[in-house]
């Protein structure tokens, strides 16, 4: 604190002496709005962008795919999405009287299978209503599992109240400490902050809440993760223009894969934003892994 408090008197100091030079006010911004510049970049799959256009992208990019979301998913994965979410929701393992945040939620699956979870229960304790808020920046792809729900009979004699928020998972427009779990599957790498999400996730539960995220990884062995790069590369645009006519939504999907930190680096990080008894586990080799933590 003194360190700083010095270097802005220093700074206040030096400003009247640069202006009369009418040097240094030119290059001092250049350089802090260069800074800036630098921090407001990020990626967007293989590409440098600006911070801004990461958001408005990914939002295009899920408004285009929003109709053929659940088919491409089946197609891409050999319908393994519906093992690892399945394996998900079994370590997640809710109890009657949970309240979720199903985060980037899209189109629901996650939703709907805490539901059947739920429904499932040997002995249902009906005394204890379950919760679920399915949220997601994209309302188009919230209407696509608004629609599924409806058609698909979830919301009829349900042991669970849903409710939808479209909403940014940096920036939830929720109280504090209002949920006593959340999940993420497959959207926190499309997050331009990931340290934001995890920070608001872990604002919102409860103490003793649970944070699960399942998510691409990366592979350990190398000559596997060749194999897959080849297939992921190789395929899946291919998959994307000829099913759903669209080829850069697909090209992005697999570089962003390639973007996401590791596991370790993944788990560090949701460590950082306070969350305790954090561990993983691999999927498919590590083609996706689930994390897990805890508010404590
Ligand atoms: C690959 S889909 C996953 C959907 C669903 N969870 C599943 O497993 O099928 C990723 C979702 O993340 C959402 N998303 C991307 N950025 C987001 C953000 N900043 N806040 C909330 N949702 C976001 C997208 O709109 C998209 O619906």
């Known amino acids: 604190m003194a360190l700083q408090r010095r270097l802005l008197q220093f700074i206040n100091i030096t400003k009247p002496c640069q202006k009369l030079c009418g040097v240094q006010s030119y290059s001092a911004q250049a350089a802090s709005q260069s800074d800036n510049e630098e921090k407001r970049k990020t990626h967007f799959g293989f590409e440098t962008v600006?911070?801004?256009?990461?958001?408005?992208k990914v939002h295009q990019v899920f408004e285009t795919v929003a109709d053929k979301y659940d088919t491409m998913n089946d197609m891409m994965s050999f319908g393994v999405h519906r093992?690892?979410?399945?394996?998900?929701?079994?370590?997640?393992?809710?109890?009657?009287?949970?309240?979720?945040l199903d985060m980037a939620g899209g189109t629901g699956d996650i939703t709907f299978r805490y539901i059947n979870y739920l429904r499932n229960q040997a002995n249902p304790d009906t005394e204890k209503r379950s919760s679920v808020t399915v949220s997601d920046i994209n309302q188009s792809m919230l209407n696509v599992g608004k629609a599924r729900a409806e058609k698909q009979g979830y919301l009829k004699n349900s042991p669970v109240d849903?409710?939808?928020?479209?909403?940014?998972?940096?920036?939830?427009p929720l109280p504090d400490?209002?949920?006593?779990?959340?999940?993420?599957?497959?959207?926190?790498?499309?997050?331009?902050?990931?340290?934001?999400?995890?920070?608001?996730?872990?604002?919102?539960?409860?103490?003793?809440?649970r944070f699960m995220c399942l998510e691409f990884s990366q592979l350990p062995n190398s000559t596997m993760q060749w194999l897959y790069d080849q297939y992921?590369?190789?395929?899946?645009?291919?998959?994307?223009?000829l099913v759903a006519g669209q080829w850069k939504p697909y090209q992005y999907l697999v570089e962003s894969i390639?973007?996401?930190?590791?596991?370790?680096?993944?788990?560090?990080?949701?460590?950082?934003?306070?969350?305790r008894q954090v561990t993983y586990e691999n999927l498919t080799f590590g083609v996706c892994a689930i994390h897990s933590g805890f508010k404590l």
């Open 162 to 172: 849903v409710d939808w928020l479209c909403a940014d998972a940096e920036q939830l």
């Open 258 to 275: 390639r973007q996401f930190p590791d596991q370790e680096k993944f788990k560090l990080m949701i460590e950082e934003a306070g969350f």
């Open 232 to 241: 992921s590369f190789q395929m899946i645009p291919v998959m994307g223009q």
């Open 177 to 209: 400490e209002c949920y006593n779990a959340y999940t993420i599957a497959f959207g926190i790498r499309n997050c331009t902050h990931i340290d934001k999400v995890l920070e608001e996730a872990y604002r919102v539960l409860q103490p003793g809440g």
């Open 50 to 56: 600006d911070e801004d256009e990461k958001t408005k």
């Open 83 to 100: 093992v690892w979410k399945d394996i998900f929701m079994m370590r997640f393992a809710p109890t009657p009287g949970t309240k979720l």
